[in-house]
């Protein structure tokens, strides 16, 4: 099993420009989610989806969309970066609440 | 609210020294509790969980948790640190209500030889 992989790993964008963080998961897991982490506050959920067709908003979902469309996609769509944006993103996944999370490698963002 | 603190960001200790990492919660039911432990530039990697049965767990790389419902509290132990221990720790609790993760701010553990 590769678990959960993301793509890309880095990535340098500009103000206002769109962009996708790409998730994926091989371990037929329902529950998937977006983070993004900065220094000094931990992890902070933006969206999550408990199946697919399902989505909901975290902590901090302005300026990020998501779709889940298949169980093992779960896409993260910056609309119109801004530099409170430059993070790194993580994505996870997990069977359910009691399980605990699986976490891709991360995506570093830079916006400027 | 379900909340999660973790009180020390920052812990330093020598190699074979016993460690605690302390995790407080804020939740109106049973929780579902975590460590996870994040070295640098990698993901999260899951130590133990905690969701009902014995109250003190046993994780990975000999790791383990005590869940104290009178205290709200979830500690981290390890009896005898090693170098390769130096990370970050992360406090998590899975609500039923939201259906969410949450995490505590992280405990960064520095091991001195």
């Known amino acids: 099993n590769a678990g959960v992989t993301q793509t890309p790993k880095f990535q340098v964008l500009k103000t206002g420009q769109s962009m996708t963080l790409q998730c994926a998961q091989d371990?037929?897991?329902?529950?998937m989610s977006w983070y993004r982490q900065d220094p000094g506050m931990g992890l902070r959920l933006i969206h999550y989806?408990?199946?697919?067709?399902?989505?909901d908003q975290g902590e901090v979902p302005n300026g990020y969309n998501v779709s889940r469309s298949t169980t093992e996609d779960f896409p993260l769509r910056l609309l119109s970066a801004a530099p409170s944006q430059t993070s790194v993103y993580f994505c996870?996944?997990?069977?359910?609440?009691?399980?605990?999370?699986?976490f891709g490698p991360g995506t570093r963002l830079t916006v400027t | 609210a379900q909340s999660v603190t973790q009180p020390d960001i920052h812990i330093t200790v020598s190699e074979g020294a016993s460690l605690e990492l302390r995790c407080n919660y804020s939740y109106g039911a049973t929780p579902y509790l975590f460590w996870y432990v994040q070295s640098p530039g990698q993901g999260l990697q899951l130590l133990l969980k905690?969701?009902?049965?014995?109250?003190l767990v046993q994780g990975i790389k000999g790791f383990e948790a005590e869940f104290k419902r009178s205290q709200s509290s979830f500690n981290l132990r390890k009896p005898s640190v090693h170098w390769s221990d130096a990370a970050e720790y992360f406090c998590a609790v899975g609500a039923d209500t939201g259906n969410q993760f949450y995490f505590g701010t992280g405990t960064s553990l520095t091991v001195i030889p």
């Open positions: 996870a996944s997990s069977y359910s609440l009691t399980d605990g999370q699986y």
């Open positions: 989806s408990v199946g697919a067709g399902i989505t």
């Open positions: 371990m037929n897991h329902e529950y």
């Open positions: 905690y969701f009902s049965g014995d109250t």
